[in-house]
């Protein structure tokens, strides 16, 4: 596999400055080493978790109508492609088009880029995948443009993850790497109901307390602390003000954790909370405008019956 790495930062400083703040905090990059990878696909399948299913339906149904609107004689970077497993109905539309097709996708889970690199070679065998590990939060990297107008997928919402301020930072090191003309794709998850939003955060089955407990897990391998998962519990909350739902750990009594490979001790109060991720839910005034600020123009979005999730075209 051809991978060109970015060196993925350390955990400890991270974890050391977020444990220490008030509110404390963790940021969500954490939850992805193999094992809250893996639970992050199981939640993908969740029933409550309408996200994934609603944006690969839209993609569906109009994959060719987006990769005509994106211009002709493409090429495709796609930031936290994950097992880029909604990919494929976009790069096939891609390929009805054009001979072949070099596809960048760059994450940070180098085991979900080789799964992804495999099952895509294997499907579509005029596709040139060029997989990059990196973290696309702190600098992107990429291969020189191969003389193509290039199209950046950011699906799934992922963009929600980020605060307002970070996501447009996130965007406008995208837009850098972008000549005008070029186009995005952005997957993004829209305000609604919170009788809808909270269970898709905090299901039946408990993979999404599995997935946010999985930070704790890795602080205790990776970095030797003593947090006792039974003694902190999920918790899911809908802010409306900010049009975000929350997650937290919230610690169900007084405690002591130590973590030695950072040389920091917590005390935890009952009912203290660590905050592990915001997903923010936007209205159509919303996309335009963290475009806008971006560098991009929204040119078309494709939605749902229910106008659950949005996908938006836009122009560099
Ligand atoms: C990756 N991201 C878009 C997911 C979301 O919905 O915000 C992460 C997630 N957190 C809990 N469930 C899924």
Known sequence: MAVNALAIPEIGPLVSDGLSRSPRSLPPKLFYDAAGSALFDRITELPEYYLTRTERAILQSHAPEMIATAGKALEVVELGAGSASK?????????????????????????????????????????????????????????????????????????????????????????????????????????????????????????????????????????????????FRHVAVWNARESRIEMHLESTARRTVTIPAIGLTVEFERGERIHTENSYKYTAAAVDAMLGESGFRRERTWSDERGWFAVHLARA
Request: charged share 25%.
């Open 87 to 231: 990919t494929d109905i976009l790069l096939d539309a891609v390929l009805r088009r054009q001979l072949r097709c070099r596809y960048c996708p760059i994450d940070v889970s180098p085991e979900a880029l080789a799964l992804a690199e495999k099952r895509l070679r294997a499907a579509l065998p005029a596709l040139r995948v060029r997989p990059v590990v990196a973290d696309y939060t702190n600098g992107l990297v990429l291969p020189s443009r191969n003389g193509h107008r290039r199209l950046a997928l950011y699906l799934g919402s992922s963009i929600g993850n980020f605060d307002p301020a970070d996501a447009i930072a996130v965007l406008r090191k995208l837009r850098r790497h972008m000549r005008s003309g070029d186009a995005l794709l952005l997957g993004t998850d829209l305000a609604k109901s919170k009788s809808v939003l909270l269970p898709a955060y905090d299901d039946a089955q408990g993979v999404t307390a599995a997935f946010n407990k999985n930070m704790l897990v890795r602080l205790n391998r990776e970095l030797g602390a003593n947090f006792d998962l039974d003694r």
